[in-house]
Nanobody, 112 residues
Framework: QVQLVESGGGLVQPGGSLRLSCAAS????????MSWYRQAPGKERERVAYIGPGGSTSYKDSVKGRFTISRDNAKKSVYLQMTSLKPEDTAVYYC??????WGQGTQVTVSS
């Protein structure tokens, strides 16, 4: 049974940092790319960052230089380090596995 469990969301002030984690189970983690998506109220879900099985990465333009995606294959986990956070980064953040599974989402709120 494929499972993705996210953690690390919360409330942070503008300019602050957060680190999201996603622990995977139930599939061969090293075979699949992993992504972080986000969905703000009233907006479509959008991909924020992607990391391939070999570690290649890509980012949405608006987060380049501020967000870093990484993976730890031994821990079957993917991370999203977010820095210089802005109010427009406020959203529910979802982990997505290339096997076709979504996590439950974690709320990130950037506000003073």
């Amino acid at each position: 049974q494929v499972q993705l469990v996210e953690s690390g969301g919360g409330l942070v002030q503008p300019g602050g940092s957060l680190r999201l984690s996603c622990a995977a189970s139930g599939f061969t983690f090293t075979d699949y790319g992993m992504s972080w998506y986000r969905q703000a109220p009233g907006k479509e879900r959008e991909r924020v960052a992607y990391i391939g099985p070999g570690g290649s990465t890509s980012y949405k333009d608006s987060v380049k230089g501020r967000f870093t995606i990484s993976r730890d294959n031994a821990k079957k986990s993917v991370y999203l380090q977010m820095t210089s956070l802005k109010p427009e980064d406020t959203a529910v953040y979802y982990c997505y596995a290339g096997v076709g599974k979504w996590g439950q989402g974690t709320q990130v709120t950037v506000s003073s």
